[in-house]
């Protein structure tokens, strides 16, 4: 049995980068409060999720396309948060 290492380390990435979202989310959500977060930098985040997204199709990755969504799901929750607790 063979190792894909460039795959396994994009998978271990993309859960990585994924997965450092949900503290913050968790807080927000627990604090209701989302005053400290930067709208802007929130937004370049979403840009910058979306252009990774559809570079991820281009290139037909599916670790860069399952972890992009589940990114851009999450930075819109943070989003949505930002605006309503803002």
Do not use: H
Request: glycine share 6%.
């Amino acid at each position: 049995m063979t190792i894909d290492t460039p795959r396994i380390i994009g998978l271990l990435a993309g859960i990585l980068t994924t997965s450092s979202l949900l503290p913050q989310i968790i807080r927000t959500l627990k604090t209701k409060s989302a005053k400290d977060l930067s709208l802007g930098m929130f937004l370049f985040f979403v840009l910058g999720i979306v252009c990774w997204l559809v570079y991820g199709i281009m290139v037909k990755e599916w670790p860069i396309i399952a972890a992009n969504v589940i990114t851009l799901v999450m930075a819109v929750i943070l989003l949505v948060c930002k605006l309503k607790f803002g």
